[in-house]
């Protein structure tokens, strides 16, 4: 079982940035697919970004240009560096895990991870 664990969370104004982190607990960490989804209050979870065992990156339309997620394998750390920040945003974010192989297609949906972390609360105020 995956442990994941989210931090970086906070409240900023519109137009700022925040990076995320999500650290792991796994020995096969590198392996892994690992994703980012969000949920605002009254509404369902939904797809932010993942990025694939081998680092390459996809994106919600609503994200792409302004957000970036990145992995370190060595310290089994996933990040979401968030830019140009709307209040639309706020949410609170979750990173989620799953094995992998390497022809694995982009996982978008929260039914495709196995592990979740804890999640963390980003606010944007206008």
């Known amino acids: 079982q995956v442990q994941l664990r989210e931090s970086g969370g906070g409240v900023v104004q519109a137009g700022d940035s925040l990076r995320l982190s999500c650290a792991a607990s796994?020995?096969?960490?590198?392996?892994?697919?690992l994703g980012w989804f969000r949920q605002a209050p009254g509404k369902e979870r939904e797809f932010v970004a993942t990025?694939?065992?081998?680092?390459?990156?996809y994106y919600a339309d609503s994200v792409n240009n302004r957000f970036t997620v990145s992995r370190d394998n060595a310290k089994k750390t996933v990040y979401l560096q968030m830019n140009s920040l709307k209040p639309e945003d706020t949410a609170v974010y979750y990173c989620a895990a799953r094995d992998s192989i390497l022809t694995a297609p982009y996982y978008t949906s929260d039914s495709d991870y196995h592990s979740w972390g804890q999640g963390t609360q980003v606010t944007v105020s206008s």
């Open positions: 796994r020995r096969t960490f590198s392996r892994d697919a």
């Open positions: 990025i694939s065992r081998t680092g390459s990156p």
